[in-house]
């Protein structure tokens, strides 16, 4: 079969207060892999969303084979085979409908004002199959709001790969990914690559967009700074070309004085999702929980701030037990969670700025009877906007219109301002660039200072061995290990996180 060339010319596209896009030039073919990378805010999603028709008030032109096409919403995109998973996937899924529903979303949906009968008994089988090819063991009858968010990613992959397509565009599509899970995605990219399918992978997982992708296309502040040929180009290179300068040591150093013992569990379950869980972390202490998808460690920290009601156990604070029945009670107590589905849990997407950093703690901004200080209110906002560096127009600004490594530092920073005790970190950095990593880590890193308790749980393990102090292993709901940072090393940590010993 012969290629077929895609090209976008001169694309801008403005948002209020924000040019996202600013005459950018993309070329991509099908039959190989093309990886767009960017640091968060380079406009990487915001050109990928042009192409597939969720924005259409764009400039510039897309081309097919030379030829012009007009894509101003997402069936003009699917029509000319182009599709997309994006990187929200509970945006993105219908979550009382089943997986087999979701997956044949396009064979159940009429036309208004038709009548139509839909063949159950089909609709479950096809999508048996396109599950059983990617060798996802998900029930097709199973609603999607009981799935893990892995597996709801492996959904949407699924429904994409079920239609025809040309291009398929993957934003962040292994950031839920287990190791496993990845390996069979990156399994099925190859078989389609070889059925002349052009793959469009964005990933901030450089290392698997090298062994993955043919080329690679460099953004930086809304416009294109480079296209190369993996071959051609090494990691160290393409970040430069992100950041616009290199990147210093990731990790800094904790300075910060190990004190006593501030939290401690003991023996802590979750109704099978977590078995006999006790640890402990001290003041001026990063714990990391390292562990596989699925081995356990969000639903460790969704138990300690009080997002499960079954939770049995002890969970011990500066010497005194309590009991975090509910998140607000765990406020109380001194906790804050920084869960890993930011978009659904850890920012209000469709909140301002100033409200987002003033959510978990309005009692700080009250006047007399119970009035909201907005002078004082905007006035802090402005204040964590410049030291967590996030990049935005103004405190006003909507945080969805932010790119995701600012909704974190957002995330991050309403606890700063709630001050708590300990903070829990899930997965911090998922779908974060190399450059706002850095910025986490450094936040981290100072809570420490300031004589917080930390808890990073995470599966990238570099990054456990890069901030931690101490390292708890999970596996299958259990601690399996318990070890000092200078005692082990990321090979270790894997044979522990699949149940070796």
Known sequence: MGKTVLEMREISIEFPGVKALDQVDFTTETGSSHALIGANGAGKSTLMKVLCGA????????????????IRSPKDAQELGIQIVYQEVDTALIPYLSVAENIMLNETVSDLGKKQFVNWNHIYDEAEKV???????????????????????????????????KYLILDEPTAPLSIHETEELFRIVRDLRSRNVGIIFISHRLTELFEICDEITVM??????????????????????????????????????????????????????IDEVSMKVHTGEIVGIAGLVGAGKT??????????????????????????????????????????????????????????????????????????????????????????GVKTPSE????????????????????????????????????????????????????????KSVIYASSELSEIMGISDRIYVMYDGRIVKEVMKKNTDEEKLLLYSTGGN
């Not at 924005?55 to 007009?70: F, R």
């Not at 160290?236 to 950041?243: H, K, P, R, W, Y």
């Not at 829990?424 to 300031?450: N, S, W, Y």
Request: charged letters at 25%; a positive charge; aromatic letters at 6%.
């Open 131 to 165: 599950l059983k090819s990617i060798n996802v063991h998900v029930p097709p009858k199973k609603l999607v709001s009981e799935l893990t968010l892995s597996e709801k990613q492996m959904v949407l992959i699924a429904r994409a790969i079920s239609r025809d397509c």
């Open 396 to 451: 006003q600004t909507i945080v969805e219109n932010l790119s995701g490594g600012n909704q974190q530092k957002i995330a991050i920073g309403k606890w700063l301002v709630a001050d708590a005790d300990v903070y829990i970190f899930d997965e911090p950095t998922k779908g974060v660039d190399v450059g706002a990593k850095k910025d986490i880590f450094t936040l981290i890193t100072a809570l420490a200072e300031r004589g």
């Open 55 to 70: 924005y259409n008030h764009y400039t510039g032109e897309i081309l097919i084979d030379g030829q012009k096409v007009n």
């Open 220 to 273: 930086r502040n809304g416009q294109f700074v480079s296209k190369e040929n993996i071959p051609d180009t090494t990691i160290n290179s393409v970040i430069e070309q992100m950041l616009g300068q290199k990147l210093d040591e990731q990790f800094p150093p904790n300075t910060s004085q190990i004190g006593e013992v501030l939290l401690e569990t003991h023996k802590l379950n979750d109704n099978g999702k």
């Open 299 to 388: 639903e460790f920290c969704k138990a300690l701030f009080g997002v499960s009601p079954k939770v049995t156990g002890d969970i011990t604070i500066k010497g005194k037990k309590v009991r975090n029945r509910t998140p607000h009670a765990a406020v109380k107590n001194g906790f804050a969670l920084v869960p890993e589905e930011r978009r659904k849990e850890g920012v209000l997407v469709h909140e301002t700025v100033v409200t987002n950093f003033s959510a978990a703690s309005l009692n700080n901004f009250l006047k007399v009877f119970s009035f909201l200080d907005f002078r004082k209110e905007s006035d802090k906002a402005k204040e964590m906007i410049k030291s967590l």
